[in-house]
């Protein structure tokens, strides 16, 4: 398998528009994951979907956040208008399950000016 | 939300010496887990363990985990620069993995 799969790598956009990022979690993992990562506020668990079920959004920061799972293989983390501090590198994780280890993609740094 | 508390926040040794990481918790949890994090990539599990387990090796890695203390130490041995990369526990509870702010850890060659 080839890991989790993040696009776009980079991306640079300017306030006020639209941002969707995209991940395909490893085949057979039931647990994904969406994580914004800053040097001031570290590694903070966006969503958690659990079969592709919303279980946990309380790490969404605002209403302007949003992120669906239309099936196991991909998941989208939208952004809708961004704003400069929304600027961060933003992870996607999966998981075999409960109790076990997360499988990180590498991440997608979004700048926003 | 943080639950971990990685100490110290930086460490910076020779090549060839170990490396000890520590990393204190809130809550009951099922798992202890830590993670590598190279710059700019993602972050890589090293080692998972259980609330029930004392301690555990991986190659040149050792964990320790008191429950009763709430924390948990990792033990790199013979570093070498390839080390060099920041360190992550998260403690698994109620499904959700619970991240401390990291050890940034150096290896001078």
């Known amino acids: 398998d080839a890991g989790v799969i993040q696009s776009p790598r980079h991306e640079v956009t300017e306030m006020g528009q639209e941002v969707t990022l995209r991940c395909k979690p490893i085949?057979?993992?039931?647990?994904l994951f969406w994580y914004r990562q800053t040097m001031m506020r570290g590694l903070e668990l966006l969503i958690y979907?659990?079969?592709?079920?919303?279980?946990?959004d309380s790490g969404m920061p605002e209403d302007r956040f949003s992120a669906k799972m239309p099936n196991a293989s991909f998941s989208t983390l939208k952004i809708q208008p961004s704003e400069p501090r929304d600027s961060a590198v933003y992870f996607c994780?999966?998981?075999?399950?409960?109790?076990?280890?997360?499988?990180f993609g590498q991440g997608t740094r979004l700048t926003v000016v | 939300s943080q639950q971990g508390e990685e100490d110290p926040q930086a460490l910076s040794i020779q090549e060839g010496e170990n490396a000890t990481m520590n990393c204190s918790y809130k809550?009951?949890?099922?798992?202890l887990q830590w993670y590598r994090q190279n710059s700019g990539r993602g972050l890589v599990h090293l080692i998972l363990?259980?609330?029930n387990e004392r301690e555990k090796h991986s190659g040149r890695l050792r964990v320790t985990l008191d429950t009763s203390k709430k924390s948990s130490s990792l033990l790199i041995t013979a570093s070498r620069a390839a080390d060099t990369a920041s360190y992550f526990c998260a403690t698994e509870s109620n499904y959700q993995l619970i991240w401390g702010a990291g050890t940034k850890l150096i290896i001078k060659p």
């Open positions: 994780a999966s998981s075999p399950g409960t109790y076990s280890e997360a499988f």
């Open positions: 809550t009951s949890i099922n798992n």
């Open positions: 085949s057979g993992h039931n647990s």
């Open positions: 979907f659990n079969n592709n079920v919303p279980i946990d």
């Open positions: 363990i259980r609330s």
